[in-house]
T-cell receptor
Framework: NAGVTQTPKFRVLKTGQSMTLLCAQDMNHEYMYWYRQDPGMGLRLIHYSVGEGTTAKGEVPDGYNVSRLKKQNFLLGLESAAPSQTSVYFC???????????FGPGTRLTVL | GQQLNQSPQSMFIQEGEDVSMNCTSSSIFNTWLWYKQDPGEGPVLLIALYKAGELTSNGRLTAQFGITRKDSFLNISASIPSDVGIYFCAGQLQDSGNTPLVFGKGTRLSVIA
């Protein structure tokens, strides 16, 4: 099992550009999550999904959109990137909401 | 917003020393989990706790679910250089349905050989 994978690993964008981060899990988990991690801020939840076809806002959803068209994939989109979105993005998945979340290796995004 | 207070924010310790960190809240939690994040990687689960008063060990690590259900601590005994990293607590609030875990801001541990 690959667990949770994220693509790409690194990306540099110019302000105003758009991009999509892909998360995939092969554990048949219902729940999937997108976090951003900034120095001193810990992990902040952007959006999450409780099952295929569902999405919900987390703590810091502004500027991001998500889609869960297939159970194994959770996409995070930035329509118009801003320097404030420079961060490390982590995807995670879990079987139920109060159980262990398995994290991907992260995507380091820089917006110039 | 932030509902978990994790302390300390950072620690510098000598190799061989014991380490203690904790998470507290004004709210009641059903579940407490402790994660470790190595530099450049995603967090990995260390210990999960599901009952008030539960004390669980994983090698040199010991974690407890507080009796009040509002706190949890993690102890590391006889620290070694590979203990370096960021430690996160996470929990699920009581009666929160299927909402996600709440994460603390992390404790950054540095071990001096």
């Amino acid at each position: 099992n690959a667990g949770v994978t994220q693509t790409p690993k690194f990306r540099v964008l110019k302000t105003g550009q758009s991009m999509t981060l892909l998360c995939a899990q092969d554990m048949n988990h219902e729940y999937m999550y997108w976090y951003r991690q900034d120095p001193g801020m810990g992990l902040r939840l952007i959006h999450y999904s409780v099952g295929e076809g569902t999405t919900a806002k987390g703590e810091v959803p502004d500027g991001y959109n998500v889609s869960r068209l297939k159970k194994q994939n959770f996409l995070l989109g930035l329509e118009s990137a801003a320097p404030s979105q420079t961060s490390v993005y982590f995807c995670a998945s879990s079987y139920v909401s109060n159980d262990e979340q398995f994290f991907g290796p992260g995507t380091r995004l820089t917006v110039l | 917003g932030q509902q978990l207070n994790q302390s300390p924010q950072s620690m510098f310790i000598q190799e061989g020393e014991d380490v203690s960190m904790n998470c507290t809240s004004s709210s009641i939690f059903n579940t407490w989990l402790w994660y470790k994040q190595d530099p450049g990687e995603g967090p990995v689960l260390l210990i999960a706790l599901y009952k008030a008063g539960e004390l669980t060990s994983n090698g040199r690590l010991t974690a407890q679910f507080g009796i009040t259900r509002k706190d949890s601590f993690l102890n590391i005994s006889a620290s070694i250089p590979s203990d370096v990293g960021i430690y996160f607590c996470a929990g699920q609030l009581q009666d929160s349905g299927n909402t996600p875990l709440v994460f603390g801001k992390g404790t950054r541990l540095s071990v001096i050989a």
